[in-house]
């Protein structure tokens, strides 16, 4: 009996997470929210008038660029187009006018510089009056890098982006430090154009309240300063891994600040987010309705480390008093902080949280728990997450695994992939952060 309630809420689960990556495609977000009708741009809030034979530049950069890329082209029409895009390596081509260029993730590789300078030059050579749609989305502040010079070259530029990689910080504060040593990040890009008229369009992998942090916010003004990125280095102890040199640098003088809020480079731009983990979140929750499932969604975005988010899982999970028979679904959206040990093993976040829920539920019945990337990839691994029940860490210890000790090696890939437990979409061409459920059978 407990087989088979196990594995129809195995599919369940998938078949919701399936569901809920298909209904929040890049595509089907852009399209629903823009249409091109009697010459004009038009979007919930703003009409765009182009000229007759106006080519509009579109830059798109991040791990959903191309999926982005074909959204727009399926709005404006190939001969209305001009301009590149930076795809993820292995992602594939856009047929269409937009150059294509690649660029790797999470830590930059000569691609990636290229790509960013690229980038600068495209957007220094668009004239006043012209028109450019960014399409940014999570990964761009990787795929397309340039250092800040004399600051750092590109090797420094790469060690950081890698120091950075679970130190612990969570995203927001990753993108405070990465503006900081970015020649092309916190609105420096757009200020190269500043007499165009820029649209960007945001696929958000980051908490609702800080939209510039998507990408870096290459085209947003940045609210960070210098002090702050110097305190973040301090307290998360990436100061003293950074190489003797830069240290030196960074105390010998004062370097410059990126543009602010106010600067009027940014007057009369215009800026949306047209998907993010709240838009995840809701077609998860639709799609779990479908199956016959009641719903509930923990309010706010995840961004506890993983022991206080499952207390508050687990709190609203014992509070909650559901119809009787009826199986019910537990739903949060957001990304737990973990600090995961560099080269010791493969796994990422989504996989260390499910190796904490296993623990939490270890005497339950009738439950599940999965944690998964929208992108398709969790940490260094080819998961986006994986599925845990009450028998996932004996299941393990028959197997001779020891879960706390693969967790602290930053291995838990390799716990789950014994298991048989992975759950492997490939990437996606999304990235609307982690999606977390708990289904539970009903309970008297």
Known sequence: ???????????????????????????????????????????????????????????AVGKASASMARGILSILSAERVDGLMVIPLGSESVAGPLKMLHGDHPVPNADSFR?????????????????????????????????????????????????????GLGIREVNVVRKHFSGIKGGRLLARAPRAHHLTLLLSDVPRECPDAVGGGPTLPDPSTWDECLELLRKSGLISQLPDRLGVRLQRERWPETPKPGDPNFSGQLWRVVGDSDSLLEEAARRARQLGYETRKLQGSVEDSPEPFLDRLFQTRDRWVGSKNRPRCLLAAGEVRVRCPLGQGQGGRAQDLAVAAALRMRGMRGCLFLAAGSDGV???????????????????????????????????????????????????????????????????
Request: glycine share 10%; net charge positive.
């Open 115 to 167: 790509a960013g300078r690229r980038l600068l030059r495209w957007t220094s050579s668009v004239g006043a009056g012209r028109h450019v749609i960014h399409l940014i989305s999570g990964g761009a502040s990787s795929m397309a890098a340039v250092p800040l010079s004399p600051l750092l070259g590109t090797m420094e530029k790469s060690l950081l982006h890698r120091l950075l990689v679970g130190c």
């Open 1 to 59: 009996m407990g087989a088979r309630i196990s594995q129809h809420l195995r599919r369940d689960a998938v078949t919701i997470l399936r569901g809920a990556l298909a209904g929040c495609s890049p595509e089907r977000l852009l399209s629903s929210q823009l249409r091109f009708d009697a010459g004009s741009l038009v979007g919930p809030d703003f009409r765009i008038q182009l000229e007759p034979k106006e080519k509009v530049f579109v830059l």
């Open 378 to 444: 969790d940490g260094n691994s080819p998961a986006a997450g994986s599925l845990a029940d009450p028998n996932t860490i004996a299941r393990a210890r028959r197997r001779g695994l020891d879960p706390e000790v693969l967790r602290a090696r930053g291995d838990t890939h390799r716990l789950f992939r014994r298991l048989g437990d992975c759950v492997v979409t490939g990437p996606t061409g999304n990235n609307l952060r982690d999606l977390y459920l708990f289904l539970e059978i009903a309970r008297e």
